[in-house]
């Protein structure tokens, strides 16, 4: 019985170095993402899955769609879920952002 629980053990400590060093930080991320979608509002700086990147220009509350402008005059519409990063929000440039600078 006690050899059974002891063959297990490296199997388990591998799965809690997993959790805290991937799933963990992983799963704040999503909730930090998540956050910044539904805090979206005219003026911010977004970066699409698609790689697009754009102001902007029209942000409902409540909508699962924002208006980004990716050139002057060029406006498409965007499902918040396909928003990847928001690169400045209310003049305040993210953490990610400035990495990239």
Do not use: C, H, W
Request: no cysteine; proline share 3%; aromatic share 4%.
């Amino acid at each position: 019985m006690n050899n059974g629980i002891i063959s297990f053990l490296p199997m388990i400590l591998v799965f809690i170095v997993f959790y805290f060093v991937l799933i963990r930080p992983q799963q704040a991320k999503q909730r930090e993402l998540k956050a910044a979608l539904n805090a979206l509002r005219r003026g911010d700086r977004v970066k699409t899955s698609g790689g697009l990147i754009g102001t902007i220009q029209l942000a409902r509350e409540g909508s699962d769609e924002v208006e980004v402008e990716i050139a002057p005059g060029v406006k498409v519409l965007v499902a918040r879920d396909g928003i990847a990063t928001v690169l400045s929000s209310s003049g305040k440039v993210t953490a990610e952002a400035a990495k990239s600078k």
